[in-house]
């Protein structure tokens, strides 16, 4: 970069991290975003900017341009299993981005995941970074962005509407009296989605819709929902328990008079049904945004979505409902990647948020490829995965980036001594709970039992054929020793290099041998060494074995009846070639969130396995998974408000 | 303006409104919004820039800067009962505000309502006005805009997330516990917020948390919700019927131990709850965005909103839950209106979108304000008040005007030969049905007839000491005859002027005669004369019946022992002085939709009477009003699709 980076100059005690983005933004000040832009490469017209802090990249546009530059060098930044109170990944994801930008004078880019809101307000925890290492203005980048969960949210809910909506419907008209209100009252001919869904039944798709005859309209309009295997759930972004079962339809207008029943003889009924709500960011149309390619991949994707299957177990996709169109026109916008900047305004880019134990756990392809483009070369992309290496990790190699295409050369492991602690026997770490002595003071044999953890996820990561640089992410209490301790126990376990980082307190400078490690690395490494764990012809049930006995450690895996119903249905649907994406605890490698360090001989225990065919893979469920969180006591939104005169948000983490 | 209008060359036949949109940003181009913003007497950094069409507008600098600024000339543009196919208000404010600014050469704006994006893609019709009175580029403006409406969604949910979790809690235990989880876990003082319930239970705020007696903690920590009063709903921005009436909290995971209960003697309670979702746009908070003046405002308001009441039927507000600070936080960004700019480049405000049937039906009282200093005293500003005069306009005058102190000197009343000939006896109007043969040829009886109801509108504004002009929104099936009868019945009824107004078609250059009217109407009112309809010192009885007796033309009121004991009990609450926010069909002036014309002989029936605390009025449900709208067999989403080409978006209206 061009020497725009002002130097920071850290406070000591390092300030909350609100205080920290404050104090920037107001002392030292934001560079425009246009001007971030800029240095990063795009030309002003493929940049459309949201407010001064925030601007959306232009995808087609900026990569058609960018389609001969060579992609710069890809970092995955993951970590070991954490505690509650997380290791800092986002944070070591910008303070290396900070370091190899503002200090090693690369052209360098960090990419990271939009946060929920609903975490936000619960138990505290920013996903902006922190410290000196952290995306600002923290409150823009915590609160709302530029609306892309927003519009998943109402994307998401549209497509439950329309399905609840159709099955009261088709559950009270006949056929023709369907046929006649979807396709004949208007008067138009058949559009694209209605031609979509007339291939898919067989139908000539040249036929107007007065030329079908009563069985083709039959087909056409019913689409027969077996409603027992509807997985489709409505969403919201926030913490919200009581939303986990809902039995929807109790409303008094919410009765039919069943269709073939006669009005006076048979009573009306009740079109209710249970239900569920998931947090948004597990909404499968964040994982479409996370996984998709361009607009056109996009509409196919959310097209394809299946949410649910007929009584004759056909799937039933979005567009067989008539709403890929329209889910894919609330959704144009997010597709867009959103530009923002490090306290040393590093280019940053904020884009898709699924959690890693319940979906992907990564930030978008696309916005790791512009990144790449617009980095070329010589410069370096550092994308987060959620969680620990064994979940956020394993999923960007095997899932994403098989289907960008993209080849990583590091992958950089962040540990810190607490961790590694509590993995070497020390006592349970809660939030909001004062942290054990142990954690406080110097205790080498918990750290060095602990780095069995760290070690099973370097030999993970070099499965991939990857190099591998542990970030030992420094705390106040940690010793020379202990941190001695986890450099020697990496090295032993081959990873490239593994190195002390401080980046929280003191910003890219913190994190410069990190930075020069990582260089290195990527220097070592060879992109052609890429490869993938489990080939994607295997059945779904040998690549679920291949993650939990190589990644996991697990002696093997257990399905139940509905898994194996699950398997055999979507390899005769034709889904079985389709990635996996595992949903588990991020606290363990094997499903129990309290076996520490490398559990052994344990079994995976695989619940039911959902489809996510729009997104591109197949979801078990293995051990107690909560798609949506709650809120405690004492909420975090209870220390939030705003000065009334300044404007200024108060409390946010 | 200073002649930066591109002269708008309509084409016939006028296309459908995402062409005449698509068309003027493709071939006449937008003006970058910094520069509509510009001539409208913005400074740069009075603008936050969203895209190139839209900007937020910095509230209190920019208020603050032009507070010695004479206000414009305040115009509300309202309607007669409508037919479901909707009379051209919107369409006619815009052109209105088109004509004024682009051929009358004053300047000029509009003021509108966002839309909710529910019926965008449940039954057809847009929200941007029409043809070539439209704001563009009319996709941005329908879907998601810059996110308030959202916004009210991820706020209004938090809160009631917060009252379910907090039942949970409190229903599982002691007040001990609960006190210490909420007060003493985090070794904090108490913060502004929990000062502010201190305060309300009469305990001295200046204790710290560990002061508090045995008795005090009790009271702080147990809010003690009487579940039956609660009124507070989820929301949703979908048209989904299936969550009019819900129960929550059937998951396996929200069962309780009842406090005081033994564990093994009573078993686990589930702990679920039947409620239901509103549309987005009928949320407290919704009312709240439209009616509040200033940030301090917004923060109290919010804060203030009661949500139900204690089992010794104390009001329990937002803040109570100590959550006013989030509440505030999440909207502070939507405080802020949105410009954009009409086909002939008028700067229109877009800001709150309540529904008049089911809330206030007006935009917001902070971008009239803005629009009107802006304006200055040669400048005109057209807001628009939903649906027709019965409730919208009513609402405008006695509840938005009464809260702002902005005195209105005109009411535009929109009527059509069309929905005058329903009034007059005419056959049902529905939508996606072909019209009667009334409709489409001329039928002078059915006009004359139907323009009773035109004229009680007129009578009613005048009330407010307001001049009236009436705009006829002509239709190409329109008769001289028939728009002449309208014309002189108007003036008959006391109307300043009633002239023909073909904007739809022509833009601003069809409304110069309906412009030229308003400007006189102008010139002949004045803002001393402006009056409400009824003063709030009054029992809330006799507000509602001076509403239903003087504006309805109903003989009386009606009230249910439910609004009885509601009454009583406001008045008790020290809530018996706010305004009145009558919930009724829109279609006719009493509460059956079916009685056309103007009805005589009829009683309103005040079924119940909902407390908007915060939004500061009462709100007597009157009929069957439905609070979140359904999708038809045959939904708007199946036309909508986007060219992934070019990204443009295919069938929105």
Known sequence: MDGKHPKLQP???????????????????????????????????????????????????????????PDGNYIVCTGINPTPLGEGKSTTTIGLAQALGAILGKKSFACIRQPSQGPTFGIKGGAAGGG???????????????????????????????????????????DEALYKRLCLANGKPFNAIMKKRLAKLGID??????????????????VDFDKSTITWQRVLDTCDRHLRGVTVGCGSKETIQLRGTVKGETPRE??????????????EIMAVLA????????????????VGYSKSAEPITADDLGCGGALTVLMKDALLPTMMQTVERTPVMVHAGPFANIAIGNSSIVADRLALKLAGEDGYVVTEAGFGADIGMEKFFNIKCRESGLKPKCAVIVATVRALKMHGGGPPVSAGKPLAKEYTEENIPLVVEGCANLCKHIENAKKFGVQVVVAINQFKSDTAVEMEAIRKASMDAGAYDAVVSNHWAEGGKGAEALGRAVIAACEAGKSEDFRYLYDLELPIRSKIEIISKEIYGADGVDFSETAEQQMAKYETSGFGKLPIC?????????CDAAAKGVPTGFRISVREIRSCVGAGFLYPICGDIMTIPGLPTRPGFYDVDIDTETGAVIGLF
């Open 205 to 222: 798709t040249n036929k107007s819709p007065e030329d079908l005859t009563a069985e083709e309209r039959s087909k056409f309009a019913r």
């Open 582 to 590: 595992i949903a588990k605890t991020q606290y363990s490698f094997s």
């Open 291 to 306: 996984l998709t390619k361009d607009l056109p991949d996009l509409r196919e994707k959310l097209g394809s979505m299946v």
């Open 11 to 69: 406070k000591t005690p390092v300030p909350s991290d609100i205080e920290v983005s404050q104090d920037i933004v107001n002392e030292v000040g934001l560079l425009p975003i246009e001007d971030v832009a800029r240095e990063a490469g795009l030309l002003p017209e493929e940049v459309i900017p949201w407010g001064i802090a925030k601007a959306k990249i232009h995808l087609k546009t900026t990569l058609d341009r960018l389609s001969d530059q």
């Open 132 to 174: 000196y290492a952290q995306v600002v203005p923290m409150e823009e980048f915590n609160l709302h962005l530029t609306g892309d969960i927003h519009a998943i949210t109402a994307a998401n809910n549209l497509l439950a509407a329309a399905i609840d909506t159709r099955m009261f419907h088709e559950d009270s008209q006949s």
């Open 270 to 283: 009740q079109h209710s049904r249970e239900t569920g709500f998931d947090i948004t960011v597990a909404s």
